[in-house]
């Protein structure tokens, strides 16, 4: 068919259109690298200046992320990120010690942060569930997680959905952006495949 200057094309109405392609959210988790820092650190800073989830005040910095990735590295605990096909880290995860003396050896503490654009679409559960595979096979027997009791539901509810059961509360013991703040204690017994090596808390 042949449209003379002027003609105008027929459009199909909106609901006998085909339907556009969605849009595919893909990624790989690896641990961490010195290159992916960067990221890291903007992915964290962003939850210090606009929210409470942290009860950090202050922006980190590329040394402080160095040295918690050289200690990590030392304790051989596990540092993992979510990067998109083009590179770009979408979010982390990380098991850090519960506290420095050596008794606690077996238990540690994870955190996790999902960039702008990456929440809801299930990325957290694939990344705290990579964490806990990562700490049985070193030999973690227990996982803690300390959240904020304020806007940080959608953290409770992924450590729930992941096994993880409360464990207790403290009310009022930060302040942020004026505000008083509580922490909420979650913690999920796991099942270790080997002896734990101890590193550096020995």
């Known amino acids: 068919m042949q ?17 556009p392609a969605p849009e595919v959210f893909s990624y790989s988790i690896r641990p ?8 890291i650190r903007e992915i964290y800073n962003h939850f210090v200046s606009n929210s409470v989830v942290t009860l950090d005040e202050r922006r980190s910095s590329i040394p402080y992320w160095r040295e918690k990735f050289a200690l990590l590295g030392r304790l051989g605990l596990p540092f993992l990120v979510a990067v998109s096909p ?7 995860a990380l098991a850090q010690p519960w506290a420095g003396r050596n008794a606690y050896r077996y238990t540690v503490e994870d955190s996790i942060y999902l960039g702008p654009g990456a929440g809801g679409k299930g990325l957290g559960a694939v990344l705290l569930q990579a964490l806990i595979d990562a700490c049985e096979q070193l030999g973690i027997r227990e996982m803690v997680a300390v959240i904020s009791d304020t806007k940080a539901d959608a953290s409770i509810r992924l450590h729930t959905r992941l096994g993880f059961e409360e464990a207790g509360r403290m009310a009022r013991v930060g302040h942020k952006f004026g505000r008083e703040l509580g922490t909420v204690y979650m913690k999920r017994a796991l099942r270790p495949k080997r002896r734990r090596k101890i590193f550096g808390l020995q």
């Open 86 to 92: 083009a590179g770009v880290v979408l979010g982390y």
């Open 3 to 19: 449209f003379e200057p002027g003609d105008r094309r027929r459009v199909l109405p909106r609901h006998l259109r085909p339907a």
């Open 32 to 39: 961490a690298r010195t290159g992916d820092l960067p990221y």
